[in-house]
């Protein structure tokens, strides 16, 4: 559901919005390769081609301390170091260091694909960088794709046609790949039949098609098949599980989808947020699917529309506060469980939530801005005022976010009696783009006033 948000943002161009999402994903899930291209599509979006020498320059030179704390991650944490490049290209999509941390903390955590996206830029932008070049085709080689490793290498022959180290490289490779071929590394070791190359070729079939996610229905009735069979002999196979309860819930059988959900709560312990928070949203998208089967021109409609609204606030309310009793640190959760109480109108609740979530850097500003909108709607703006003014030093661009925070505040502003601060907040905006919300109108209404 987070990703098709995602791409829906994306093909509108919102691409910080887009960004947001995909980063979420990718802290949950970060081998989903498709997100990660997408994510690189947002970034490159963002910045729109942009960036002349100093420009690069500067952008470089305002990373440094970043890619540095990104290396001394990547000793002990990876992922965390995988996490710290991402923020980096997602203010600088073309950053080098960005890159090349991201491209190391993949290789650290055996994910090739995701490796080869960065290093291909690298290769692309410095031909001649040998160790960008043999980095590229090794993580081409362990992503299974020898052909395009071997092109590497021999490109990188070319270009040092004496260096051993590229000689025994390419000849390594060329024997990887002959007895790769078929099987016949099994066969070499006494291991294996020609029998089993046959039903290896199968199961490759098998493993392209799950790996792409093909969603044709013929195609899902199958794979469906075959893991429910694959499950009898493996009833606790937590890849089966998985795979059958997010198949099921995209094909709108919740109640399926919710049974191999449980199954793998059981495996788990009950110990996984991040599993849980997936079944919650399994059970939202239940809600959410009853509420579009509804005739809309049924004289009953409104009473049963507010009805399964209802029942789906109390349950998110319910759940995910059960979720924060359990996991009172995690303040991804105690955020979410802000935004439910002030959607269901509980401010003083609400206010206490997001003054702890606002310790997540992730969530800081949107903590912030949400602890805005609850002063004010107690009365208290000059409280949601500072608020702003605080969450708006943490933006240096003046992105999609930024405009919101100056348009809240403006308003806001407006309603202390502060006009002309208001308009300078209206102003800012205008200048950058006319066309946001009633900015517009605003502006040229002061100006047509006489000022």
């Known amino acids: 559901m987070l990703y098709t948000k995602a791409t829906e943002a994306l093909q509108r161009e919102n691409f910080d919005y887009a960004i947001e999402l995909m980063t979420q994903i990718l802290e949950k899930e970060p ?5 990660r291209k997408s994510l690189r599509m947002a970034q490159q979006g963002k910045s729109g081609g942009r960036g002349g020498f100093f420009k690069r320059a500067l952008s470089s030179a305002g990373n440094q301390p970043a890619i540095a704390k990104g290396q001394l991650a990547l000793r002990k944490n990876p992922l965390e170091a995988m996490s710290i490049a991402e923020q980096i290209l997602n203010g600088d999509a073309n950053s080098t260091g960005g890159h090349r941390l991201l491209a190391e903390a993949a290789l650290a955590l ?3 694909q995701t490796a080869v996206m960065s290093l291909e830029l690298l290769y692309k932008n410095a031909p001649k960088d040998k160790d960008a070049g043999m980095k590229l085709a090794e993580a081409l080689a362990l992503a299974g794709d020898s052909r395009r490793a071997e092109r590497v290498y021999e490109e990188l022959r070319g270009q040092y046609p004496n260096d051993n180290e590229i000689f025994m490289a390419l000849k390594n490779l060329s024997a990887r790949k002959t007895l790769n071929e078929g099987g016949y ?15 290896d070729k199968d199961q490759s079939v098998r493993l392209e098609q799950e790996n792409r996610q093909v969603k044709a229905q013929d195609t899902t009735e199958e794979l469906i098949k075959d893991w429910e069979t694959r499950l009898q002999a493996e009833p606790n196979n937590v890849k089966m599980l998985r795979n059958l309860a997010e198949t099921y819930a995209q094909r709108k059988d919740f109640d399926r989808s919710l049974t191999y959900f449980d199954r793998l709560l059981v495996i788990d312990g009950g110990n996984d947020p991040a599993l849980q928070r997936q079944i919650a ?6 809600f959410d699917h009853a509420l579009s089967k509804l005739d809309p021109a049924a004289p009953d409609y409104a009473e049963k529309a507010a009805q ?3 029942e789906r606030q109390v349950f998110q309310l ?8 359990k996991y009172p640190t995690d303040l991804q959760i105690r955020f979410e469980l802000g935004k439910l109480y002030f959607e269901a ?34 009365g208290m703006n000059d409280l949601a005022a500072k608020r702003l003014q605080e969450a708006l030093k943490e933006k240096p661009v003046f992105d999609e976010e930024k405009k919101d925070l100056v348009h809240t505040l403006g308003v806001i502003l407006e309603k202390m009696g502060k006009k002309e601060e208001a308009m300078e907040q209206f102003k800012a905006i205008y200048e950058i783009d006319s066309g946001y919300r009633d ?9 047509s006033g006489g000022g």
């Open 281 to 286: 949203e399994t059970k939202v998208a239940r």
């Open 31 to 35: 081998a989903v390769i498709e997100c």
């Open 110 to 112: 055996e994910m090739p």
């Open 308 to 310: 399964i609204k209802t």
């Open 185 to 199: 590394e099994s066969l070499a070791s006494g291991k294996g039949s020609y029998r089993d190359i046959l039903k």
């Open 318 to 325: 319910e759940e995910c506060k059960a979720r924060s009793e």
């Open 439 to 447: 900015v517009g109108k605003r502006v040229e209404d002061f100006y």
């Open 345 to 378: 109108g509980k401010i003083t609740e609400a206010i206490q939530e997001f003054q702890k979530a606002q310790n997540n850097p992730h969530r800081k500003i949107q903590s912030m801005t949400f602890l805005s909108k609850c002063f004010a709607a107690r």
